[in-house]
């Protein structure tokens, strides 16, 4: 870790992607440059944009670059082949823009971006963009390269034994995924940790969900320490694993802010009693009345009309755990954007014969339906 920053990095990053807008969607600039200043007082390096996040970086220069000293902070952007991009020329091209769009010279660290099992990866081997990084580095465009990684954990190693020369790995680590056989963040961090790779985690709060999660989940949290807040568990529990470069944070408000830098300006890992609490909290949340889907995804092969089930439940149980029916229907519209909706479904019984947890899924597409349409 020590190659990528001179000292320890500290283990709150700031994630702006979800940075404040106005009702009229400009950017808030004055509570921006509150936030940045608060977070680079506590002691806090690093923070992460991508050129495919809207006015991200064009916010980030005007609120960080031109008014700090370049060597005061840690710089990250991301270069995302497959959002738009037409060849190999339009892909490399985006760090020119970055550059551009936040005033600077070079990057701290360069990530492919949101890599995951499947056409993404093929897309960034046949453009040569794992060549390209390195001519960066040789041009000072970049100090140091890595992705960011959405996929399986047996893809995730041989992503790293097809390319070794990865310098960091961001992933999605939460404990409501820590388990999970679709996110499997348990995992893909053991892949990273054999092989000894630093990681950034991004989603510790899965995306604000876990900022207010069930009630019987704030409960256990409360029973241990009602001062802490159910997303500082979150941030601390991320924070806390073995090889954890850092713990990308999305804040977007100033409270926001003041609450994650005040169990992280000084953070220390967890003991024990605490560790076993978030356990607790995990039983507790598994055991919320929930699609049980595993996402084998056994049922969709044979499914005439080639309806995304795992994906369709996944939004489902957004509502049924965490009762957020808004980014559950969000969720169901951005899945069957291009595909097909439940309320196409013909009910002829083919994925419930295949299902191995024997799901009666024609019931949970029909409330899918009811719900999400």
């Known amino acids: 870790m020590s190659e990528l920053w001179n000292g320890e990095m500290p283990k709150l990053g700031f994630g702006l992607m979800r940075l404040p807008h106005h009702a009229d969607q400009s ?18 390096r690093y923070f992460d944009t991508a050129w495919a996040y809207g006015d991200s970086e064009a916010n980030t220069k005007i609120a960080l670059v031109d008014r700090y000293p370049r060597d005061s902070y840690f710089l990250v952007s991301k270069l995302n082949a497959w959002m738009g991009m037409k060849n190999a020329d339009d892909a490399k091209n985006q760090i020119n823009v970055s550059l551009q769009r936040l005033g600077t010279d070079y990057l701290d660290l360069y990530l492919l971006h949101a890599l995951s099992d499947g056409d993404h990866v093929d897309l960034y081997e046949k453009w040569g963009l794992w060549e390209y990084m390195h001519e960066l580095k040789a041009a000072g ?10 996929g399986t954990a047996d893809q995730l190693e041989k992503l790293l034994a097809k390319h070794p020369d990865t310098e960091l790995v961001q992933l999605q680590i939460n404990y409501a995924d820590w388990t999970s056989s679709s996110v499997q963040s348990r995992d893909n961090l053991a892949v990273c940790q054999k092989h000894g790779i630093p990681v950034t985690i991004m989603e510790p ?17 409360a029973a241990q320490n009602p001062d802490l807040s159910p997303a500082g568990w979150a941030i601390r529990f991320a924070a806390s694993q073995p090889g954890v470069f850092t713990v990308l944070s999305g804040m977007s408000t100033i409270g926001q802010m003041e609450d994650n830098l005040s169990y992280m300006k000084s953070f220390k890992p967890m003991n024990e009693a605490e560790l076993a609490t978030v356990a607790k909290a995990q039983e507790v949340l598994l055991s919320i009345d929930s699609i049980a889907c595993t996402k084998c995804h056994y049922c969709m092969p044979g499914c005439p009309m080639e309806i995304h089930i795992p994906d ?8 049924k755990i965490y009762g957020d029916l808004d980014r559950a229907k969000h969720n169901y519209a951005w899945t069957t954007k291009n595909s097909t909706k439940a309320s196409e479904c013909i009910q002829c019984g083919q994925c419930e014969g295949a299902c191995p947890q024997h799901l009666p899924i024609i019931s949970y597409l029909q409330e899918c339906v009811k719900v999400l349409e």
């Open 27 to 44: 950017p808030d600039m004055e509570q921006i440059k509150t936030m940045v200043d608060a977070f680079l007082a506590a002691g806090m």
């Open 141 to 150: 465009k970049i100090r140091h390269f890595g992705f960011s990684w959405h």
């Open 205 to 221: 709060v899965k995306g604000g969900l876990l900022a207010n999660p069930p009630q019987p989940v704030k409960d256990v949290f």
């Open 312 to 319: 369709l439940f996944e939004a489902m149980n957004v509502y």
